[in-house]
């Protein structure tokens, strides 16, 4: 019971600091914060904070690796009992889209015009490891023929990233289904291109 606990409370300061950490950003940016004024919002200590993380960077790290986490779970679950290629590859997609629509002022201000360079290379790391287990999938064993899988991957990995960026921060309001279903329809054929 007692190990139970602390988990929760390991978990509670986490969430804080996370939470501290998004609301800060959309506020100041990424650079400009520091770990005092994380800690200062969360109401918690230094050594709280440094028990948990090692940087600010380590706690941005921590709460991608979160979503990623998530995204991967859709993803799997799709390629294992989906049997119609179009509705199996990116199941993640469409699950992003709605994260990032739920959390709009926050995806703004990480990937938007005044991000910083540290959100933005963790988070198209993150596109870049999803959609590579899709390109695996799908490709073929031993053909050396098409292109090579790196190659597709880091093509639609950067076409979502932009088509991300697009939609988080510009001006046309696509719905979560349209928007999943833009770049489905852009990157489906990429993959295919593929499997020949």
């Not at 978990?11 to 940016?29: F, V, W």
């Not at 709009?104 to 015009?113: N, P, Y």
């Not at 999938?137 to 960026?165: K, M, N």
Request: one cysteine or more; glycine letters at 6%.
């Amino acid at each position: 019971m007692a190990a139970q606990a602390i988990d929760r409370r390991i978990q509670r300061t986490q969430e804080l600091l996370k939470t501290a950490l998004m609301s800060l950003i959309q506020e100041k940016g990424f650079e400009a914060l520091s770990v005092q004024d994380i800690i200062d919002r969360a109401n918690v200590g230094r050594a709280t904070f440094y028990a948990h993380f090692d940087n600010k960077e380590d706690l941005l790290r921590s709460g991608i690796e979160g979503l990623r986490q998530s995204l991967r779970e859709c993803q799997r679950k799709a390629l294992s009992q989906t049997p119609r290629t179009e509705e199996r590859v990116f199941a993640f997609s469409r699950e992003m889209f709605t994260h990032a629509n739920e959390h709009r002022d926050v995806f703004r201000a990480m990937l938007g015009k005044r991000s910083g360079s540290v959100i933005q290379q963790l988070f198209h790391r993150m596109l870049i490891d999803l959609v590579r287990e899709e390109v695996k999938a799908l490709a073929p064993r031993g053909d050396t023929s098409s292109a090579p899988t790196e190659t597709i991957t880091q093509y639609i990995a950067g076409g979502l990233f932009g088509v991300v960026i697009w939609w988080v921060d510009g001006r046309m309001r696509l719905s979560v289904e349209d928007v999943d279903a833009l770049f489905r329809r852009l990157a489906i054929p990429a993959l295919k291109a593929t499997a020949r």
